[in-house]
């Protein structure tokens, strides 16, 4: 059920590649009142973006960056109500790797609950993160490229789609994230009635609410370039997800790219998808974000 914390078997893409690049963040929190030094290279941890405990980020921040230095933004799935930044550090290093030049944030959100949905506060917090890492003390620009997996591709493609007015994100990679909460594999299936109820007050018999978290009806003929990867035998995500968004990013004219991987589940590729994966990302991202 796509409330429940993702196993942790549950690997992004990159899986062979944070093998090669997971030794850990440096702590390096100067955290000054005015500004980081532009020819000093940070990695800072748990920054605070907000007032919430759960509010926080980790940040890489190259040397030698100005404000045409570009951002990645690194979302963790875990069904709105779980995961952790965590789950990205591998990635972060990852892309540190790749992409010295760019800067990287990876966040926390505040996680949901019945009580407390998941729209629109974690949203909000995406805003909140951008915003904070937009800051002059930074002196980054304000180009962003969104990672998400899971529920962070959910909420990767709805802040992009629905909330980014000034059009920062440049580009999305979203991994089995789900797109459409009016598709009937979801809404015909009381396996995943309570993961409505986690997302958006009111769950299933919130309509307005429903159509409002789902990505792929606020796709625009402006949207942000998007690559997406799922898995035809996904346990927790319809494999319809993915043609209800590219048909909606086709439809508008937004370039796009979409892979459906063969007896693959929840972003547990074999190591072939996941070269095939990484070639195709690596591909988007220098097409879109160099």
């Not at 190259?62 to 963790?76: D, E, G, M, Q, Y």
């Amino acid at each position: 059920m796509m409330h429940t914390h993702f196993p942790k078997k549950f690997v992004t893409p990159f899986i062979f590649l944070l093998l090669l690049f997971s030794s850990a963040c440096k702590k390096d929190n100067p955290n000054p009142e005015t500004s980081y030094d532009v020819n000093q290279t940070y990695n800072l941890q748990n920054i605070s973006y907000g007032t919430d405990n759960q509010q926080k980020m980790d940040v890489y921040l190259p040397a030698n960056r100005n404000s045409n230095t570009k951002v990645f933004v690194l979302i963790h799935g875990g069904g709105w109500s779980g995961g952790d930044k965590a789950d990205f550090t591998g990635l972060l290093n990852t892309l540190k790797t790749y992409y010295p030049n760019h800067a990287i944030i990876n966040i926390n959100y505040r996680l949901a609950s019945e009580a407390s949905p998941a729209y629109p506060k974690q949203i909000n917090d995406i805003q909140s993160a951008l915003t904070e890492i937009s800051l002059p003390k930074y002196n980054v620009s304000s180009q962003f490229f969104l990672f998400g997996a899971s529920a962070g591709g959910h909420l990767s493609l709805l802040y992009s789609y629905s909330f980014d007015q000034d059009h920062h994100v440049k580009g999305i990679c979203n991994t089995v994230g789900p797109s459409d909460m009016t598709d009937p594999n979801y809404l015909n299936n009381p396996l995943y009635w309570s993961a409505y109820n986690v997302l958006v007050s009111g769950g299933t018999q919130n309509q307005a609410g429903i159509q409002a978290v789902s990505p792929a009806l606020h796709v625009t003929a402006t949207s942000a370039p998007t690559i997406s990867f799922y898995g035809d035998s996904d346990p927790l995500v319809p494999s319809t997800q993915m043609a209800r968004l590219h048909d909606a990013l086709n439809a508008n004219g937004v370039y796009n790219q979409a892979t459906m991987y063969q007896d693959a589940g929840h972003g547990d590729w074999d190591q072939t998808q996941s070269n095939d994966c990484i070639a195709k990302i690596l591909v988007f991202v220098n097409a879109y974000f160099q």
